[in-house]
């Protein structure tokens, strides 16, 4: 077949998909194997492959099947978004009447090539320091762009639990963001 | 919900917000607070800035990230050719 070239794929496609899948899981190993098990279904699946998409975007949405099995293996034993953990630390930052702790700052605006590399370090460490589910939920949402309720239908948790869990997760990645440098004062 | 919510109220309606469309009290209170709260509006504001820099298709130093290590695509690469040959 004259448009499937296998043996490109690797090479043309694996460090792009390596990236997604690295940037929703927060682990190489778990990244690897997502790759490792897209190009191995589209081996299997490349008589369905009928040219219509690139050969990039049909990976690409193998990958995303691959991820969530992924993550739905790995969520069983994760926390329920109702734990005590993660309510305290919503709690904690605000106060008793429902006002900020610390109210969020201004945000700097990037542009230089070595700031968006640091950027792009900061969004990573602060997405791998979430809680796993919460990580998860959260990329998939924010870096894959899926619908709340396809996440929800796909890791088996309600529209409400997924709510919460998003909220918590935005709160904490931006408060993240801001601790390490994105807000103009403490850059300085 | 009140007629008005409170910070804490209006950060978990705001991330509903990214999320789908929010019934008309809910829509309601977080607007109204919105209008009288500046950090709250800033808060969603940076809501939608994290939206743009996760996303894949917007996410302009995306290829900054370390890609395979020889290893791995060396692994990923037998696997390959043991499936191929089957």
Not at chain 1, 75 to 97: C, H, I, N, T
Not at chain 1, 159 to 169: D, K, S, Y
Not at chain 1, 170 to 186: D, T, V, W, Y
Request: charged share 30%.
């Amino acid at each position: 077949m004259d448009t499937l070239d296998t043996h490109a794929w690797l090479a043309d496609h694996g460090d792009y998909l390596f990236r997604m899948a690295r940037r929703q899981l927060h682990s190489d190993e778990l990244a690897e194997d997502a790759v490792q098990e897209t190009l191995l279904a589209a081996i299997s699946a490349q008589a369905r492959y009928a040219g219509h998409a690139s050969p990039r975007t049909w990976l690409t949405g193998i990958l995303k099947h691959k991820i969530i099995d992924l993550i739905r293996r790995n969520v069983r034993e994760v926390e329920l978004p109702r734990d005590a953990d993660g309510e305290e630390a919503v709690d904690s930052l605000f106060k008793q009447d429902g006002h900020w702790v610390d109210p969020p700052r201004p945000w700097g605006n990037p542009h230089a090539e070595a700031e968006l590399s640091q950027l792009r370090r900061v969004l990573d460490d602060c997405a791998d320091r979430l809680k796993p589910v919460m990580a998860q939920v959260f990329s998939l949402r924010e870096v894959a762009g899926m619908e709340t309720e396809e996440i929800c239908k796909e890791l088996g948790i309600t529209p409400t639990n997924c709510w919460v869990l998003l909220h918590r997760a935005r709160l904490f990645m931006r408060q993240c963001l801001e601790l390490n440098g994105f807000s103009k004062a403490g850059a300085a | 919900m009140k007629w008005i919510a409170t910070c804490k109220e209006t950060s978990l309606l705001a991330s509903r917000a990214m999320d789908g469309r929010l019934p008309f009290a809910d829509r309601l209170a977080m607007r109204m607070h919105l209008a009288i709260c500046k950090n709250c509006a800033r808060f969603n504001q940076q809501l939608q800035e994290m939206r743009r820099l996760f996303r894949v298709e917007t996410g302009a130093v995306e290829a900054v990230a370390p890609g395979l290590t020889p290893e791995a695509r060396q692994r990923i690469e037998t696997e390959m050719q043991k499936k191929l040959g089957s």
